[in-house]
């Protein structure tokens, strides 16, 4: 599914259009005509669905190169390895997750908690994969001819990250679990969790004049980004934190 030049929904569940997996956060295709990257990588249910999204749009699968995560959860990072081993594909993580990844520390990734609590199959286990590259604050990532600016953003989780995309005069941020439409947040009870480090993550784009945001799940917006970051500040602003869609 296109959503801009260069810019692909290829993956999301029953929490977004509902294209692959029930569980899936969205899955998004950055491809520049050549070559392209992942971000995201839902459970790993049903991951042959999102090769065929891929197909649909036009796109050849072997043209991509890479999986870059926000983050760990495993509704974000449980289809890596399938998608990984299939696509051949590099994986770009967030500073500081690499062991979890490769050794597979569900405890690490939140996995063991969620999956107690009902969040995810009693049998569902993380599959580990290789890491090739850590990335952290103002990293840049090549995509093709096209570049994406890291932005350490904790406070979903922890390590967190969001990627901007440049297109001229217009910015585009693929925001993961950080913020969400109408300022919408998501605030689990978990160690990694803090209302403190989200509203100071978010706090990196006051006034960003953000054209699109592409979160990890639900409503996405290619013209008013801003105003979703906008009213999750104004919230945070008053000593509140914004509504979390976990209450």
């Keep these: 599914m296109k959503l801009r030049e260069n810019v692909y929904l290829v993956g999301g569940g029953y ?19 050549n ?10 249910f ?17 043209s991509v190169e890479s999986l ?3 983050h760990c959860h495993g509704d974000h990072s449980g289809g890596a390895a399938w998608l990984m081993e299939n696509l051949g594909l590099r994986a770009i993580v967030p500073g500081g997750t690499r062991a979890w990844l490769e050794e597979g520390d569900e405890d690490a990734i939140n996995l063991t908690r ?27 990532i090549a995509v093709g001819n096209l570049e ?6 904790p406070g ?57 945001l592409f979160p ?4 996405i917006s290619l013209k008013y980004g801003q105003q979703h970051i906008d009213a999750a500040l104004a919230k945070f602003d008053t000593l509140t934190v914004p509504r979390n869609m976990m209450s």
């Design 46 to 62: 049903e991951p042959e669905q999102i090769m065929q999204n891929i197909r649909a749009d036009g796109i050849d699968p072997d």
């Design 15 to 33: 929490m977004g259009m509902g294209i692959s997996y029930v569980g899936d956060c969205h899955i998004y295709l950055l491809h520049d005509g």
């Design 156 to 212: 979903h989780a922890n390590p967190h990250n969001a990627y901007l995309l440049r297109d001229g005069s217009e910015t585009f941020l693929f925001s993961g679990d950080l913020v969400f439409a109408n300022g919408d947040v998501v605030l689990n009870f978990a160690p990694e969790t803090s209302p403190w480090q989200l509203g100071n993550s978010l706090g990196q784009f006051r006034d960003f004049g953000l054209t699109g």
């Design 35 to 44: 070559a392209g990257a992942l971000i995201d990588a839902g459970y790993g």
């Design 216 to 219: 990890g799940h639900h409503g």
């Design 114 to 140: 969620a999956r107690a609590a009902g969040r995810y199959p009693p049998d569902y286990r993380f599959q580990t994969f290789p890491v090739e590259r850590e990335v952290g604050a103002g990293d840049r």
């Design 148 to 153: 994406l600016e890291v932005f350490a953003t």
């Design 68 to 70: 870059i995560l926000t």
